[in-house]
């Protein structure tokens, strides 16, 4: 099976690009069961901007993201981020790093069942340096009525919505976001998506978003196509599309 070239990347030279990642490789395992889920990734993303990643799966997205994330190291190559050099970093130094600048929103909430909404949100600002109120993160994804509410006493929307409360209440430079919408009906992703959209165009939060649903990819400043462990394809949109207008 023919591979395909690695991709060049458009440079956005008008901008301050928050990563800049070169020559990225992954390999899981060795010899002939060895995984190449990265294969010479380059990637810069910039400042405020909003990407969607698009890719089946085994395309090498959550690689990459958690990679960007200090959740994984590469096998090879360099993630710059802003004047941190993560590839070079300690486990102490990526823990700081995760800590004081990202956000993550996964697929699966991961709340903790016996605190409230707002607990749940406040267990992250106590931690940070910097922080909104509780209330101001969940306020600012639609959650201002339901801050003493369980996770039992929520939907699967509403809970998504208190994870991504919490994962910008420390306010994160970078929001990374792995198939949030992933385990949702088409209307609540969609809540959910508006949510993640009013972070970024409020807070400036520099917001990826990885998903194998072409749909959502109207809604971003820049679309990335992953295969085969490299970015294939890359396309700008001239004009974003409101989440509610968007072709399901």
Known sequence: MAVAEPMVLERNTG???????????????????????LRGVDLDLYAGEFVVLLGHSGSGKSTLLNILGGLDVPTGGTVRYR?????????????????EHVGFVFQFYNLIP?????????LITEMAAQSMRPEEALGL??????????????????????????????????????EPTGALDIQTGMQ????????????????????????????????LTMADGRIVAERRNATKVAVRDLSW
Request: charged share 20%; hydrophobic share 40%.
């Open 141 to 178: 994804v639609g959650l201002s009525q339901r801050l003493d509410h369980f996770p039992s006493q929520l939907s699967g929307g509403e809970q998504q919505r208190v994870a991504i409360a919490r994962a910008i209440a420390k306010k994160p430079d970078v929001l990374l976001c792995d």
């Open 114 to 122: 016996s605190l409230t909404a707002w607990e749940n949100v406040a």
């Open 192 to 223: 959910v998506l508006e949510a993640i959209e009013t972070v970024n165009r409020t807070l400036g939060t520099t917001t990826a978003v990885i998903t194998h649903n072409a749909s959502i990819a109207g809604m971003a400043d820049r679309v």
């Open 83 to 99: 004047d941190h050099i993560l590839t070079a970093a300690s486990d102490t130094g990526l823990t700081r790093y995760r800590r």
């Open 15 to 37: 901008q301050y690009a928050v990563f800049e990642a070169r020559g990225l490789t992954k390999v899981y395992g060795t010899g002939e069961v060895a995984v190449h889920a």
